[in-house]
């Protein structure tokens, strides 16, 4: 430190107090007290002048150095994983926690095959080793013997077994066996005469008709037709929902619908008589279903011939039976009565009167009869 005089004192002066001492340097007495030393070194005494820069502590705290500043810090130990730190007065108990860890990585040398480990692995619980050991020969790899439990025979004997030398007696059939000694059994040609019944399992027949097997083997429908010996027609084989038939010769059919059939392949089938629609007593409008025949009109009638409803070459034949005159309305496009040229919005048909309508198209229609 810097000198400081304190006071001058002749030469060998003595001390002034317990807590003074006197020094002497150039000549002159100097008094030095424990103050001025405290001040000096600092309180407490730092790291820079050789003191640790600490007053108090706790249990278990120690000095670390820390580079900040050059200094001395007061720390406690930190416990890890599996690890327990008891702090005492003047002391520092440090024990391990838990039964003891997992050994999750072992190095070894050589393949699954009769593994090597470089080392001394010591466990105080079980090492379980995971993955798949594959290819480990039971020849050259395994010694001992394979108890049944774990797939093996539990013997080290190699002969077994042997149904020709080493069983004797009769097999029974609910242990896999026939059940009888004999090596001969039911011949099917040989032994077994007769006809065997459906009912057993057979055919209840001897043989097969001519072509039948063929059929069976190859079921196309000249094979059957070559197994059957009561068949008209040739060709293939027909079933009842839209078959194709070429030229069939259908004979007398006891029913059936030939609306969409034609005559000629252009023409529908026609009849030879024309049938009735039946008698209307009312306003009625003429209906496709009326092409080709006949509408009876009675007391109280009368017709409508409708716009675009039939086609070129409809006809349809209308009567009056009642005892006065039947009014027929052309709501169709055009209306002519046959042999005039003027186009008609209604026509009267006469008492006992019949009219023919001829739809040249489905806008014209031509009239003739007893109308006017």
């Given at each position: 430190?810097?000198?400081?005089?304190?006071?001058?004192?002749?030469?060998?002066?003595?001390?002034?107090?317990?807590?003074?001492?006197?020094?002497?340097?150039?000549?002159?007495?100097?008094?030095?007290?424990?103050?001025?030393?405290?001040?000096?070194?600092?309180?407490?005494?730092?790291?820079?002048?050789?003191?640790?820069?600490?007053?108090?502590?706790?249990?278990?705290?120690?000095?670390?150095?820390?580079?900040?500043?050059?200094?001395?810090?007061?720390?406690?130990?930190?416990?890890?994983s599996?690890?327990?730190?008891?702090?005492?007065s003047?002391?520092?108990?440090?024990?391990?926690?838990?039964?003891?860890g997992?050994?999750?990585?072992?190095?070894?040398?050589?393949?699954?095959?009769?593994?090597?480990?470089?080392?001394?692995?010591?466990?105080?619980?079980?090492?379980?080793?995971?993955?798949?050991?594959?290819?480990?020969?039971?020849?050259?790899?395994?010694?001992?013997?394979?108890?049944?439990?774990?797939?093996?025979?539990?013997?080290?004997?190699?002969?077994?077994?042997?149904?020709?030398?080493?069983?004797?007696?009769?097999?029974?059939?609910?242990?896999?066996?026939?059940?009888?000694?004999?090596?001969?059994?039911?011949?099917?040609?040989?032994?077994?005469?007769?006809?065997?019944?459906?009912?057993?399992?057979?055919?209840?027949?001897?043989?097969?008709?001519?072509?039948?097997?063929?059929?069976?083997?190859?079921?196309?429908?000249?094979?059957?037709?070559?197994?059957?010996t009561?068949?008209?027609?040739?060709?293939?084989?027909?079933?009842?929902?839209?078959?194709t038939?070429?030229?069939?010769?259908?004979?007398?059919?006891?029913?059936?619908?030939?609306?969409?059939?034609?005559?000629?392949?252009?023409?529908?089938?026609?009849?030879?008589?024309?049938?009735?629609?039946?008698?209307?007593?009312?306003?009625?409008?003429?209906?496709?279903?009326?092409?080709?025949?006949?509408?009876?009109?009675?007391?109280g009638?009368?017709?409508?011939?409708?716009?675009?409803t039939?086609?070129?070459?409809?006809?349809?034949?209308i009567?009056?039976?009642?005892?006065?005159?039947?009014?027929?309305?052309?709501?169709?496009?055009?209306?002519?009565?046959?042999?005039?040229?003027?186009?008609?919005?209604?026509?009267?048909?006469?008492?006992?009167?019949?009219?023919?309508?001829?739809?040249?198209?489905?806008?014209?229609?031509?009239?003739?009869?007893?109308?006017?």
């Amino acid at each position: 430190m810097a000198d400081t005089k304190i006071s001058a004192l002749s030469s060998g002066a003595p001390a002034q107090g317990t807590d003074e001492t006197v020094i002497a340097r150039g000549g002159a007495n100097y008094k030095l007290t424990v103050a001025n030393i405290a001040a000096y070194l600092g309180s407490p005494i730092t790291v820079a002048n050789g003191g640790t820069g600490q007053s108090s502590y706790t249990n278990g705290q120690l000095l670390i150095g820390n580079t900040t500043g050059n200094t001395l810090t007061k720390a406690t130990l930190t416990a890890g994983s599996g690890i327990s730190i008891t702090n005492g007065s003047g002391s520092i108990t440090i024990a391990a926690t838990g039964s003891g860890g997992t050994v999750t990585s072992v190095n070894g040398t050589g393949t699954v095959n009769g593994i090597t480990l470089t080392g001394t692995v010591t466990s105080s619980g079980d090492l379980t080793l995971g993955g798949t050991l594959s290819n480990v020969s039971l020849t050259t790899q395994v010694t001992g013997t394979l108890p049944i439990a774990n797939g093996g025979t539990g013997s080290t004997s190699t002969t077994y077994c042997n149904l020709a030398s080493n069983v004797t007696g009769t097999l029974p059939i609910a242990n896999g066996g026939t059940g009888s000694t004999s090596t001969t059994y039911c011949n099917l040609t040989s032994n077994v005469t007769g006809t065997l019944p459906v009912a057993n399992g057979g055919t209840g027949i001897t043989s097969l008709g001519t072509g039948v097997a063929t059929w069976l083997g190859t079921p196309s429908s000249a094979n059957l037709a070559a197994a059957v010996t009561d068949e008209t027609g040739t060709g293939a084989l027909v079933f009842a929902n839209t078959p194709t038939l070429v030229t069939p010769v259908l004979g007398t059919p006891t029913s059936g619908n030939l609306n969409s059939c034609t005559a000629d392949g252009t023409n529908k089938v026609g009849y030879r008589n024309i049938p009735a629609v039946g008698t209307k007593t009312g306003s009625y409008t003429l209906a496709v279903g009326d092409v080709g025949k006949y509408v009876q009109v009675g007391s109280g009638g009368s017709i409508t011939i409708p716009d675009a409803t039939f086609a070129e070459g409809d006809v349809i034949s209308i009567f009056n039976n009642t005892t006065g005159n039947v009014t027929i309305t052309c709501s169709i496009t055009t209306a002519y009565i046959a042999g005039t040229d003027t186009d008609k919005a209604t026509m009267t048909l006469a008492t006992r009167g019949v009219a023919t309508v001829l739809f040249i198209s489905g806008t014209v229609c031509v009239v003739s009869g007893n109308v006017s």
